[in-house]
Every structure is written in structure tokens, then in C-alpha cells.
């Protein structure tokens, strides 16, 4: 993309990423639709090369794969809209890379987890809540604090 003169270098986008290190991205639909999707990634120590594959499970422990689901739903402000018809797209409000993540969640790679199901037991904004700290260009990051209680009875938790 050098070459071509395709790099473009905005240092305010840059502050927003926070203290990431690599942001690794092709060019197939993230500039011209607008969106992203998980293709590969290493979970649980674990190399996956068919993340993309949303019709395959993840094969990592189930122990592994509640936390990661927990981490994606609670770190996340994104949201998926279910699209009114089925061969749509689904309509995404937000972080296009946290919605990203929240797609391969919610398919059968993360065994349809249900993301709204867990931000409402984690009860953010209530008593006893947990709590979420958005992002700050001075801390260089976001913060969730996730109370534990709010998922011993929640249906998510059993895994």
C-alpha cells in the first residue's frame, strides 16, 4: 500500500487505538463497506487460522472460551442490529472492530453467545454494578470493572 500511496497517516486516529500494538487489516470491504470481520487470532494460546470460518466452533476450552465471551460483551460499547430481512447485513452501531468481535461471539464459532444477555447481568449503571470507564487519551485506555455476583445466577455463566 506504500508503494501505491495508499498509507494515509492521521495521528488522531492513531491516539484513539490507545496502547495497541499491531492493527493488522486487509483490503476486502474494511475501507469500501465500512466493516470488519475476525478472520484469524490467537485465543487461549492457540492459533486460529479458520476464525473466519463462522460456522465452526472455537476449539478451546470452554472454560477459556466463557471468559474471552464474557471480555468481549462487558469491553465492548458496540452493538449488532439484527437486519429486518434475512439475506441483509446486520447493522452495526459503533466500534466496527468491536463489532467484529462481537459477530464472531454471537456465531457459531463462539456457540452463539448471546452479548446483550451478558452486558444486562453485568448489570452496568445499577448498584452494585459493574462499571465501565470509557476511553481517555490520558490513561491511554478503557477499563471495565466486572463484578463477579452479577454472573454466578446469570444463564451466560454456565459453561
Known amino acids: 500500500m506504500l508503494a501505491d500511496q495508499n498509507l494515509i497517516r492521521v495521528l488522531a486516529a492513531c491516539e484513539t487505538m490507545g496502547n495497541a500494538t499491531n492493527i493488522c487489516s486487509d483490503k476486502t470491504g474494511t475501507l ?18 479458520n476464525a473466519g470460518d463462522l460456522n465452526k466452533p472455537a476449539s478451546i476450552s470452554a472454560k477459556a472460551l466463557h471468559i474471552m465471551l464474557q471480555g468481549i460483551s462487558t469491553c465492548s460499547t458496540a452493538r449488532v442490529v439484527a437486519p429486518e430481512h434475512q439475506e441483509d447485513r446486520p447493522q452495526i452501531i459503533g466500534n466496527k472492530t468491536e463489532a467484529a468481535l462481537i459477530l464472531l461471539s454471537s456465531s457459531v464459532w463462539g456457540r452463539n453467545d448471546n452479548t446483550d444477555s451478558r452486558r444486562s447481568s453485568a448489570r452496568f449503571g445499577k448498584r452494585d454494578g459493574s462499571r465501565l470507564f470509557p476511553f481517555s487519551s490520558a490513561r491511554k485506555r478503557m477499563s471495565v470493572i466486572v463484578n463477579q455476583q452479577n454472573f454466578e445466577n446469570s444463564e451466560t455463566s454456565e459453561w
Open 32 to 49: 469500501t463497506e465500512n466493516r470488519m470481520t475476525v478472520v484469524k487470532g490467537i485465543f487461549a494460546d492457540k492459533r486460529h487460522d
